[in-house]
């Protein structure tokens, strides 16, 4: 058994998303009424297992990020329910909330802009254990963050400089070190590697490996680098227009897509191989407007294997192939079928 299997079948269930919704209303006119609303999440369900990395992938403006932090209640859904180990925050009040987000947090994309220039490492690392009141003294809290500085790579000299006195991969380094600092379970790294160069970004998804084993971590990987998410996954998700198009295990999903949306995501993955003919799927047109997301099913516009239900009856997403492979299309088949 695969270790991405043995993750599964043990069956317990860290994180379950189900129905999320999120729209952003378009106000205008004298009153500010409600002109229109952007669709960037909808209906969007599907469960996260404890010590699982599920990586979440898409096109720019498909609404990962804003899934992201919907789960963690950054951005409020519309509706929906997000169940953390049973129990629905979505109706947690601000203070409940506030006790909770020591077990739920977040790795930004951009490690230049997330971390505040004025303060130093100690004073970034010390303000979580200040907030959650996890150091009774000052003696613990240097014990403490010296030890995420251990945890992250990063030397003990590092404690009294500055941000702007880091690289981008140790800032993020940083980034990671504060998200820890509260030992949480479940972490949603929202593009972490995108803004680094390449050779660092094998270094962090590394260090994302290491601490997952060591500290027994659970993730939400969103990416759009189809191979990165193939290296640190254990299932993966696709999203298009806020949907989730498919998903299943890692292995499954890049061996044998199901959805012709998956298909043409991974066509597009250069092989490094000149010799290697590789067939190119080309889709036609644009990304519809999530203003105004089209009939039907929402990638029937760009589907070259379009059929005339299509247009009229959203599909929902239906196990496919094998384990949890699922995926929502009337006509899904793998490159075996």
Known sequence: MSENS??????????????????????GGLFGRELAAVQAVSNVSFDL?????????????????????????????????????????????????????????????????????????????????????LASNRAERGKRISHLLDLVGLRQEAISRYPHEFSGGQRQRICIARALAVEPDFLVLDEPVSALDVSIQAQIVNLLQDLQK??????????????????????????????????????????????????????????????YK????????DVPSPIHPPSG?????????????????????EKVGKGYHSASCFYAKGNDS
């Open 278 to 285: 590789k067939e190119r799927i080309i889709l036609q047109g």
């Open 49 to 133: 297992y404890k010590g699982e990395t599920l990586g979440l992938v898409g096109e720019s403006g498909c609404g990962k990020s804003t899934l992201g932090r919907c789960i963690l209640r950054l951005i409020e859904p519309t509706s929906g329910e997000v169940l953390f180990k049973g129990q629905d925050i979505t109706k947690l009040s601000t203070t409940q909330m506030r006790i909770l987000r020591r077990n739920m947090q977040i790795v930004f994309q951009d490690p230049f802009a997330s971390l505040n220039p004025r303060m130093t490492v100690e004073e970034i690392l010390g303000e979580p254990l200040e907030i959650h009141q």
């Open 214 to 275: 060591e500290l027994k971590l659970t993730y939400l990987f969103i990416a759009h680098d189809l191979k990165v998410v193939e290296h640190i996954s254990n299932r993966v998700a696709v999203m298009y227009l806020g949907k989730i198009a498919e998903i299943a295990d890692g292995e499954e999903l890049y061996s044998n897509p199901m959805h012709p949306y998956t298909k043409a995501l991974l066509s597009a993955i250069p092989i490094p191989d000149p010799l």
């Open 6 to 27: 043995e993750i599964t079948e043990n069956k317990e269930v860290l994180l379950s998303v189900k129905n999320l919704v999120k729209r952003f209303p378009i106000k």
């Open 297 to 317: 099913c929402y990638f029937h516009p760009r589907c070259p294997s379009v059929r005339p239900n299509c247009k009229e009856q959203a599909p929902s997403l």
